[in-house]
T-cell receptor, first 113, second 109 residues
Framework: ETGVTQSPTHLIKTRGQQVTLRCSSQ?????VSWYQQALGQGPQFIFQ???????GRGNFPPRFSGLQFPNYSSELNVNALELDDSALYLC????????????FGQGTRLTVV | QKEVEQDPGPLSVPEGAIVSLNCTYS??????FMWYRQYSRKGPELLMY????GNKEDGRFTAQVDKSSKYISLFIRDSQPSDSATYLC?????????FGTGTSLTVIP
């Protein structure tokens, strides 16, 4: 177990709806990164939060947004869901500049119908 | 062209075999190179990471980086059925990781 927990585990939403996914980082970690993993693909970087500030963003539209809280847990929000948003959403926590030792949660499986 | 290329397999080997998994990349800015193992419906689990060219060994696993050829490898010795999983290579530049598509490995008892 990595100590990184994500909720919910599974989720089904309708196209056009909004969704919030949550991630609790490992104790002592102040950096959370979010990834989208489509079936049969590697994870794609969405964005990263470091000490409550966005610290890098991948090639995702603005309807993907996030937050990091003072306890370093984080949320990923997706508005106006599209069918292609169906994927496994992963968060990874790390400590400051030790990005190489990032630990992933189990992921949230989102299905958009 | 993707920045990280990885043969998706699938790869099937008998128990005890030596497994070789590989990735190539195009971005010279990549500094760190990681290997993750992902079981079905689970999050990726960090196996090893390396910084420079050369080899790094951890038990049955050896990671190899050749920056001049932009090529990395993971070798698994004495493979076990419990090694059956998808193996993802990842590389870091700036604040983000760039992943390969993963290679599906099955070790047959």
């Amino acid at each position: 177990e990595t100590g990184v927990t994500q909720s919910p585990t599974h989720l089904i939403k309708t196209r056009g709806q909004q969704v919030t996914l949550r991630c609790s980082s490992q104790s002592g970690h102040n950096t959370v990164s979010w990834y989208q993993q489509a079936l049969g693909q590697g994870p794609q970087f969405i964005f990263q939060y470091y000490r409550e500030e966005e610290n890098g963003r991948g090639n995702f539209p603005p309807r993907f947004s996030g937050l990091q809280f003072p306890n370093y847990s984080s949320e990923l929000n997706v508005n106006a869901l599209e069918l292609d948003d169906s994927a496994l959403y992963l968060c990874a926590s790390s400590s400051g500049t030790l990005y190489t030792e990032a630990f992933f949660g189990q992921g949230t499986r989102l299905t958009v119908v | 062209q993707k920045e990280v290329e990885q043969d998706p397999g699938p790869l099937s080997v008998p128990e005890g075999a030596i497994v070789s998994l590989n990735c190539t990349y195009s971005n010279s800015a990549f500094q760190y190179f990681m290997w993750y193992r992902q079981y079905s419906r689970k999050g990726p689990e960090l196996l090893m990471y390396t910084y420079s060219s050369g080899n790094k060994e951890d038990g049955r696993f050896t990671a190899q980086v050749d920056k001049s050829s932009k090529y990395i490898s993971l070798f698994i010795r004495d493979s076990q059925p419990s090694d059956s999983a998808t193996y993802l290579c990842a590389m870091e530049a700036g604040n983000q990781f760039y992943f390969g598509t993963g290679t599906s490995l099955t070790v047959i008892p």
